[in-house]
């Protein structure tokens, strides 16, 4: 099984150039979301969306902007990037739970180096 | 305030050997849960272990279980019977149920290694 796909795995642009980070998963999960990972900090949440058509902003948001595009794909899209952007940036899916009991699965990473 | 906090930036442990690895959080929200992710050299992060606060009983999954402490605040992760591809970070995360949002809350982190 696939799980939770990022693309692309490893990117280095230039300060002020966009791009954009793709996410899928085919696990039926009506949740996703976009982390990024920094050294000594632990993952901090970008943005999530709660089921498809949503999407609100996490603890780090500026910045970034996302796109649900259907249920299984979940963007995430660095307008201009700046070199504080370097990360390692993950997306996760979850399914809805009682007491939100189901765990968060998550794609292999995506590293981004701004210069 | 964090709410998560893992204290140990490094542990080692020796194989075969049981380790301990801490993690106390900080909430009001009376329902919640509580995760562990490991993330190998590789750099994906594999889910491990829940347990939510209104578990009677301590999870376990195979060698690992989780010692919850609810009025201390702690989650600490066991893992028994260490191997060596055990060697890995180790992050604890939290969900405030109430939030609704769905989201985890991450500590910075245990870097665990098996020493043979």
């Known amino acids: 099984n696939a799980g939770v796909t990022q693309t692309p795995k490893f990117q280095v642009l230039k300060t002020g150039q966009s791009m954009t980070l793709q996410c899928a998963q085919d696990?039926?999960?009506?949740?996703m979301y976009w982390y990024r990972q920094d050294p000594g900090m632990g993952l901090r949440l970008i943005y999530y969306?709660?089921?498809?058509?949503?999407?609100d902003k996490g603890e780090v948001p500026n910045g970034y902007n996302v796109s649900r595009l259907n249920k299984r794909e979940f963007s995430l899209r660095l307008e201009s990037a700046a070199p504080s952007q370097t990360s390692v940036y993950f997306c996760?899916?979850?399914?809805?739970?009682?007491?939100?009991?189901?765990?968060?699965?998550f794609g292999d990473g995506t590293r981004l180096s701004i210069l | 305030a964090q709410k998560i906090t893992q204290t140990q930036p490094g542990m080692f442990v020796q194989e075969k050997e049981a380790v301990t690895l801490d993690c106390t959080y900080d909430?009001?929200?009376?329902?919640?849960?509580l995760f562990w992710y490991k993330q190998p050299s590789s750099g994906e992060m594999i889910f491990l272990i829940y347990?939510?606060?209104?578990?009677?009983q301590n999870a376990t999954e195979g060698r690992y279980s989780l010692n919850f402490q609810k009025a201390r605040k702690s989650a600490n992760l066991v893992i028994s019977a260490s191997q060596l591809g055990d060697s890995a970070m180790y992050f604890c995360a939290m969900r405030e149920h109430q939030t609704g949002a769905n989201n985890l809350f991450f500590g910075t982190g245990t870097r665990l290694t098996v020493i043979p």
């Open positions: 996760a899916s979850s399914a809805l739970g009682d007491y939100s009991n189901q765990p968060q699965h």
């Open positions: 969306s709660a089921s498809e058509g949503t999407t």
């Open positions: 909430t009001s929200d009376p329902s919640y849960g």
């Open positions: 696990m039926n999960h009506n949740s």
């Open positions: 347990q939510g606060s209104y578990d009677q």
